[in-house]
């Protein structure tokens, strides 16, 4: 069994600072973990991905995350938050041998006020 | 570039309709191919599981009469409402995987659907 819990369900930053939005995950086997993005009456963009390789994961639009397996968490971050990055935020996870299937987050809203 | 293609982006039909989207793969043979309904404020919630020149496998509670999935190359599933309903209105979102472990699912851009 997998499970995925975003911390936050709002979140709001004023342009030109820090972003940080948390997740945690509990899976039964070793964890594919995405960041994927949602922009209004859009599909999901993949922001970045975790598979068991380097454990600080850069992706696009300058965002970040670190898998940390012993605090089961896979928080997103960004140095400078940009009006553009305001969007709905889903924290996935894959488990090896799940079939492939995604549990998913339920989001976090990131407003990014001038 | 779009990895995939999902048609079409929104559609209104009366109650009793049925209504058909597709979703194509754009950049890769897709063995495996989900379908996902998202309400308003809420996140995805797993429909179905397609995998090229099989049954559809559909998650507790969908109803595989209700929502035909047909996943017949692999580069293209479609996923049909069948006599419509006001409570089948939502957001749908196909997504392709080339079904290897640990490879991230690419999305369409999803279809609003809205039923009179």
């Known amino acids: 069994a997998q499970s995925v819990t975003q911390l936050d369900s709002h979140v709001s930053v004023s342009e030109g600072t820090p972003v940080l939005l948390r997740c945690n995950y509990s899976?039964?086997?070793?964890?594919?973990l995405f960041w994927y993005v949602q922009h209004p009456n859009k599909g999901l963009q993949l922001l970045l991905k975790?598979?068991?390789?380097?454990?600080l994961v850069k992706g696009i639009n300058g965002f970040e995350a670190e898998f940390k397996k012993s605090e089961t968490s896979f928080h997103l971050t960004k140095p400078s938050a940009h009006m553009s990055d305001a969007a709905e935020y889903f924290c996935v996870v894959s488990a090896t041998g799940g079939g492939n299937k995604l549990t998913f987050g339920t989001g976090t809203q990131l407003k990014v006020e001038l | 570039g779009a990895v995939v293609s999902q048609h079409p982006s929104w559609v209104i039909c009366k109650s009793g309709t049925s209504v058909k989207i597709e979703c194509r793969s754009l950049?890769?043979?897709?063995?495996?191919m989900f379908w996902y309904r998202q309400f308003p404020k809420q996140s995805l919630m797993l429909m179905a599981t397609?995998?090229?020149?099989?049954?559809?496998?559909?998650e507790q509670g969908v109803e595989k009469d209700k929502f035909l999935i047909n996943h017949a190359s692999l580069t293209l599933s479609t996923l049909t409402v069948t006599s419509a309903h006001p409570e089948d209105s939502s957001f749908y979102i196909c997504?392709?995987?080339?079904?290897?472990?640990?490879?991230?699912?690419?999305f369409g851009d999803g279809t609003r659907l809205s039923i009179l």
């Open positions: 397609s995998n090229e020149g099989s049954k559809a496998t559909y």
């Open positions: 975790y598979t068991s390789a380097a454990t």
């Open positions: 899976s039964s086997y070793s964890p594919s």
């Open positions: 997504s392709v995987t080339t079904g290897q472990a640990a490879q991230p699912q690419h």
């Open positions: 950049d890769f043979q897709a063995t495996t």
